[in-house]
C-alpha cells in the first residue's frame, strides 16, 4: 500500500475557511455536514493542492467553475471581483489581503500559497524595476496591474492576473499529478470518452466492469462508438449484456450507471493521485452504495489513489459505514464539517467510531 | 436528492447515560415524583464498559446539547474517576482531579456542557443499590433485619461475590414488602422507599443544574 498524499490537512483564507484543521486523513474520506459549512470548498482547496504545479491555470478553472453565467473575465475590476470570492470573508481585493495557504498541519515546506500583489515599478538608473508593494506602500493607480504571488515547494512565482495566460509554473523536474473532480452533476461526455481511453484494453476494464455489474449484474462489455445519429467524432457507451444479442446504450440503463461509469473511469485513471467526488450519492440507489463503497476501496488500494466525496446524504453515511464495518482493515473517515461561532471544525469518526456511532444511534452528520 | 433523508431538526438534544436498566427505571421514577420537566433523554448503555468504551463518540454526536453520564463507583471511587476523567480529558475537557461531592458539572466552551454523578454519592464506593439503600425510611424496622440476615449467612452458603453485598440486601428486603420481587424503579413509585430523602434531593439538584432545567421550561 502506498503513502497518502495528505496524511492531514490545513486550509487558511480560502473561500469558506477562515481555518480548518482535519487532524487525520485516510485513503478514503467521506465529506458531511450542513449546508454552507464548505463541502464543496474543501474538494477544491484539494483541487488547487493537487494541481499546484499547473497554477494559476487551475485557479482559473475553480473560479470559473462556479460561475454559471460564465462571465468573460477581460478587465482587472472584474478579475478582482471574481476573485473576492476565492479568499475567506470576501473582502474587497487590496494589497496585503492574507494569501490562501493549503498544506498537510504544521509543513510549511509543502505548503501551496496563493497571495495576489500589487508591484511597485520605479526607474533607477534608467531602467525599470519592480518588486513587490511594501507593506505601508499604498497602492496608486500609476503602478503596475496586481499579480498572482504564488509559492510552492519552497519556490516564488509571479504571474499576470490573467485567465487567458495559461502559462503554467515550469519546473523540469515537476510531474503533474493526477487528479480527477466529479462534479455533483457528473463529468461531461468528453471527459468520460477521454477517460475510458485512457485505460481501454487495460486490465482495469475488468474493474469498470465490475462496478457496472453492481447495477446491472449482466454486463459483460462495454464499448464507445460512434453511430449515424451521433455528429461526426462523437461517440457513445454501448454495453453488451449477457444473453442479449445486440449490444445497446448505456444510457438507457438509467442515472445510476452513468454516475458508477463516471466514479469507477475516474477511480481507475488516477492512479497515484486523487479523486474528488461531489456528492456521492447522486443518482445511485442505496442498495448498491455500501457495494461501490467496497470496490473504491480495493481500487484505490491498488491504484495508490486517495479519493475524497462529499455527501449530506443519511443513506449514502450509512452504506460507507456498513462498507467500513465489513471491511475492519480500510481506512477510511467519515468527516463532519461544521461551523461553529464562525470558526470550521472538522470532527472525526475512524472505523471504531462509526461503528460505536451505528450501535449506539449517536448522529454523525 | 432526498429530502427527506437529508432534512432534520436542528434542536440540539441532551442525554443522560446510565448504565443499565435499574438505573433508567429509578431515574424514571425520581423525575415523576419531582415532577422533572423531559428536556433529556435517558439512554441505558447496558454497562459501565459500554458507557467508557463509547463516551468519545457519544460527545462528538452532532445534536449533543447536554451529556450527563452516571455510573457506579464500584469498589475503587478514584480509579473509576480517573478512568472517566482521562477520557473527557482526551475529548477536550478540563476536569476536576477528583468528583465534586454535589455531582460534577464541567462547562467548557465551544463544547457540550457534561455531568458526571458516580453512584451512589460522588463520595463513598458503591452502585445504584447503595444510593437507593439510602432512601429506605430510617424508622423502617425491616431494614436493620434484613442487613443482619445477610451478614448471617457463613460465607460456604453465600453465592454471591463481596461487591454484591448491597445488592443482595436490598433485594431481600424487597422480596418482604407487600409485592415481593418489585423492582427497584416501581418500588420507589410504589413508595417503599422515601424518594424525598435528601440523597434523592441532592441528585435532582445534579440533575437542574446540568441540563439548566429552569430556563429550560421557562422559555415559552
Known amino acids: 500500500m502506498g503513502n497518502l498524499i495528505l496524511n492531514t490537512l490545513e486550509i487558511r483564507n480560502f473561500r469558506a475557511f477562515e481555518l480548518l484543521r482535519i487532524e487525520q486523513l485516510g485513503r478514503v474520506n467521506l465529506i458531511t455536514g450542513k449546508n454552507n459549512v464548505g463541502k464543496t470548498c474543501l474538494l477544491e482547496a484539494l483541487q488547487l493542492y493537487a ?112 485567465p487567458s495566460f495559461s502559462q503554467q509554473i515550469f519546473r523540469p523536474s515537476a510531474k503533474e499529478m493526477n487528479c480527477i473532480f466529479i462534479p455533483a452533476n457528473g463529468l461531461r461526455e468528453e471527459q468520460i470518452i477521454e477517460l475510458w481511453d485512457g485505460i481501454a484494453l487495460t486490465n482495469l476494464e475488468q474493474e469498470i466492469l465490475a462496478a457496472l455489474r453492481l447495477i446491472a449484474p449482466g454486463v459483460e462489455g462495454l464499448n464507445f462508438v460512434g453511430s449515424p445519429t451521433l455528429d461526426p467524432g462523437e461517440r457513445e457507451a454501448i454495453v453488451k449484456i449477457a444473453n442479449v444479442n445486440e449490444p445497446f446504450p448505456l444510457s438507457n440503463l438509467g442515472d445510476g450507471m452513468q454516475r458508477i461509469l463516471g466514479i469507477s473511469l475516474a477511480l481507475a485513471n488516477a492512479k497515484d493521485g486523487m479523486l474528488l467526488i461531489d456528492e456521492f450519492e447522486n443518482g445511485l440507489h442505496y442498495s448498491v452504495q455500501a457495494d461501490l463503497w467496497h470496490l473504491i476501496f480495493h481500487i484505490a488500494n491498488r491504484l495508490n489513489v486517495q479519493v475524497f466525496a462529499t455527501t449530506h446524504n443519511w443513506n449514502c453515511i450509512e452504506a460507507f459505514q456498513k462498507a467500513m464495518q465489513e471491511a475492519p482493515q480500510s481506512n477510511g473517515f467519515l468527516i463532519r464539517l461544521e461551523n461553529k461561532k464562525g470558526n470550521s471544525v472538522s470532527t472525526l469518526f475512524d472505523n471504531r467510531k462509526l461503528g460505536i456511532a451505528a450501535r449506539e444511534r449517536i448522529e454523525v452528520r | 436528492m432526498n429530502e427527506e433523508a437529508t432534512t432534520r431538526s436542528s434542536v440540539l438534544q441532551n442525554y443522560l447515560l446510565v448504565e443499565g436498566k435499574d438505573d433508567e427505571h429509578v431515574f424514571y421514577s425520581l423525575l415523576e415524583y419531582y415532577q422533572v420537566p423531559r428536556c433529556f433523554k435517558i439512554k441505558n448503555k447496558g454497562s459501565v464498559e459500554n458507557v467508557l468504551d463509547t463516551l468519545d463518540v457519544e460527545l462528538i454526536d452532532s445534536d449533543l446539547g447536554r451529556l450527563g453520564i452516571v455510573v457506579d463507583a464500584d469498589f475503587d471511587i478514584a480509579a473509576r474517576w480517573q478512568s472517566i476523567r482521562g477520557k473527557l480529558i482526551r475529548s477536550g475537557y478540563k476536569v476536576p482531579e477528583a468528583p465534586e461531592t454535589n455531582g460534577t458539572i464541567i462547562q467548557q466552551e465551544g463544547q457540550p456542557v457534561v455531568g458526571i454523578w458516580l453512584m451512589p454519592d460522588n463520595t463513598l464506593p458503591g452502585m445504584l443499590e447503595h444510593f437507593v439503600s439510602f432512601l429506605i425510611p430510617s424508622e423502617d424496622s425491616l431494614w436493620p433485619f434484613a442487613q443482619d440476615t445477610l451478614h448471617k449467612v457463613i460465607e460456604k452458603d453465600r453465592r454471591f461475590q463481596e461487591s454484591y453485598l448491597m445488592k443482595a440486601m436490598l433485594h431481600t428486603w424487597l422480596a418482604w414488602q407487600e409485592r415481593p420481587g418489585t423492582p427497584l424503579g416501581l418500588a420507589l413509585t410504589n413508595r417503599y422507599f422515601d424518594a424525598h430523602a435528601p440523597y434523592a434531593q441532592k441528585l435532582i439538584n445534579w440533575l437542574h443544574r446540568l441540563f439548566d432545567i429552569e430556563s429550560a421550561t421557562e422559555r415559552p
Open chain 1, 51 to 162: 494541481r499546484k504545479s499547473s497554477l494559476p491555470a487551475s485557479i482559473w478553472k475553480i473560479v470559473t467553475a462556479r460561475d454559471k453565467a460564465k462571465r468573460r473575465l477581460v478587465n482587472t475590476g472584474d478579475i478582482l471581483a471574481a476573485l473576492r470570492y476565492l479568499f475567506h470573508g470576501r473582502q474587497e481585493m487590496r494589497a496585503h489581503v492574507k494569501p490562501i495557504q493549503i498544506s498537510p498541519i504544521d509543513s510549511p515546506e509543502e505548503m501551496l500559497s496563493i497571495a495576489i500583489d500589487w508591484p511597485i515599478a520605479k526607474t533607477k538608473n534608467g531602467s525599470l524595476h519592480t518588486h513587490p508593494l511594501l507593506p505601508g506602500e499604498e497602492y496608486t493607480t500609476e503602478h503596475h496591474l496586481p499579480r498572482f504571488i504564488i509559492q510552492t515547494e519552497g519556490s516564488l512565482f509571479s504571474y499576470p492576473l490573467n
